[in-house]
């Protein structure tokens, strides 16, 4: 029967992402998913406002035909305008979480072998969505402030560009901001190469110090920023509710792929949300994740201080879920984990190999602290150096 499958499934079979679900070993410390701790569901002022939601009037189980989301989709914009960046409730659209906005953006934009530019590393679920599309990819490796622009125009002036992949806050997965001179730099590169930039921002609103930069969508001159927003990661997952906002012309067009891809988001959930925003604070709720996770980053970065051999590099995020391990040239993490993190140490992370589109580097990691506890979090780190320093002394020394 494999014969019979389009082309496309041959390059989503390979994206990985199986690597990031939990183990059956019950010793296991995982840091591969970036799930938010489930403590800090606000679960009962969800349930309340689904409560609510069900009450209305106005046919909460009905299909929609476009009409569910005027009043969340005006929220939004209030909640961005306040952010920096003003867009109209009506260039809002709903989504199944940011992925399905992915999916969207590949959708309308690539045709097979179209260029398209990605961060290195980048998110995995992102190179899960585009592999579908076929595109041709080309790897901007990621810095301390972000892409690499000098890469990005190189690839610009020698190849036929259509969309640059970017997640400017708390990257997915080194947990880099990028600096307002590149988000500059990359609007003015865009611009004049008439290049879509994809600005996927689920964890913008999840920084634990520093001030906030503007966001692309806020720099853009000629509304060729597309940008993605979520719950995921502020409220829940299971809500599988994002956003998308972009200038009119594409606009219509991705609404017209969204009603052919799922006809409309859950009414049931975007009036659940809208009840919510109504009745809570979502900016209380922000703080308290803030404060709780920078605790977890905090614990996270005095353990890699502690545990991990000096050979071994990490980013420290000013926000997000995510740091990034650097281990020398030519240190295989996969082998490592699979042959020795795995099944000697019990511990797990996301090895780079994935995380790139030709899946050719291999020595760095995504290691995520949200939704792992404070002592497995000492614990697991620990184990993590020693089996990183072992595996390294029996390679190289
Ligand atoms: C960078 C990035 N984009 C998009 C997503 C998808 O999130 P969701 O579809 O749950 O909004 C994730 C989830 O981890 C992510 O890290």
Known sequence: ????????????????????????????????????????????????????????QQAPLQYQVGEESQELRSLIANLLAADGTKTMAKQIMMTQGAQQGLDLVAKLLINKGDGLIVEGPTYIGALAAFDAYEPTYYTADMADDGMDL???????????????YTIPDFQNPTGVVMSVEKRRQLIALANKYDVVI??????????????????????DTQGRVIQL???????????????????????????????????????????????????????????????????????????????????????????????????????DLENV??????????????????????KGRRNGARISFSSVSATQIDLGIKRLGNGLSSSYQKKYI
């Open 1 to 56: 029967m494999e014969e019979e499958f389009a082309s496309r499934v041959a390059l989503t079979s390979h994206s990985g992402l199986n690597a990031i679900y939990p183990s059956q070993d019950p010793e296991m410390i995982s840091f591969t998913g970036g799930f938010p701790d489930a403590s800090l569901f606000p679960s009962a002022q969800l349930a309340a406002s689904f409560q609510k939601a069900m009450q209305n």
């Open 150 to 164: 000098t890469a990005v125009k190189r690839i610009l002036i020698q190849h036929q560009v259509k969309l640059i």
């Open 198 to 219: 994809l600005e996927d921002a689920p964890y913008r609103w999840l920084r634990y110090e520093g001030s906030a930069q503007p966001s692309l969508k806020s720099l």
């Open 229 to 331: 927003g979520s719950f995921s990661k502020i409220l829940a997952p299971a809500l599988r509710l994002g956003w998308l906002t972009a200038s009119t012309e594409m606009f219509g067009r991705l609404q017209e792929l969204k009603a052919g891809t799922d006809l409309e988001s859950s009414n049931l959930m975007i009036q659940t949300v809208t009840e919510y925003l109504g009745s809570y604070s979502l900016q209380d709720h922000l703080q308290q994740l803030r404060h709780n996770y920078r605790r977890k980053r905090d614990m996270m970065v005095a353990a890699l201080q502690t545990y991990l051999p000096r050979e071994a590099c990490f980013t420290v995020p000013q926000g997000g879920f995510f740091s990034w391990l650097t281990m020398p040239k030519g240190f």
């Open 337 to 358: 984990q699979n042959t020795q993190l795995k099944p000697n140490f019990h511990v797990m992370v996301i090895p780079s190999t994935h995380l790139f589109p030709g």
